[in-house]
């Protein structure tokens, strides 16, 4: 099970795109708002409590300042995928990706796109998928029609050149 996390119900328009990804790959996730400013006991409970609950990885999205993913981090020894959101209080999204990708030695944050959270979705299916066969399966099928799209691309670019 993944956790996916969110500073704020706004957040929840990018954060959707992990929970589809992960809908597809067949693996059950649970969502909730859990501000690190805003309910930092929450924060806590939720990042202590989380391998006993039985996630195996938290994708944690957040803007502006965005302590939420390296505060939860600083509280499990589940790997964390930090998603910076363009918020309306942020600096073009740009305060957002630096505060979740410059993490301190020892607290480690995987940190995806602004607005990846289609990505870190992808992400925690790999992690999970390293040790399920069913998960690795999807994903090896998943990364097989990518080629496929972009073969068909290709063969439109194809045709585009030969009418000229």
Do not use: C
């Amino acid at each position: 099970m993944v956790g996916i996390i969110m500073g704020s119900i706004s957040d929840l328009k990018v954060m959707q795109e992990a929970a589809d990804i992960l809908k597809e790959f067949g693996i059950d996730y649970e969502i909730d708002i859990v501000s690190a400013h805003r309910t930092p006991e929450k924060m806590v409970e939720y990042g202590k409590s989380a391998r006993t609950r039985g996630l195996k990885v938290i994708i944690a999205g957040a803007g502006g300042a965005a302590h939420l993913p390296g505060m939860v981090a600083s509280l499990t020894t589940l790997p964390v995928i930090g998603v910076p959101v363009k918020s309306s209080n942020s600096i073009d999204g740009w305060d957002s990706v630096l505060s979740i990708l410059q993490m301190p030695s020892g607290v480690p944050v995987a940190t995806v796109a602004l607005n990846g959270a289609r990505n870190a979705g992808i992400l925690a299916a790999q992690i999970i998928g390293a040790s399920d066969v069913i998960v690795g399966t999807k994903l090896e099928e998943y990364k097989e029609a990518l080629k496929d799209k972009v073969a068909e691309m290709s063969l439109e670019a194809q045709k585009i050149n030969a009418l000229k």
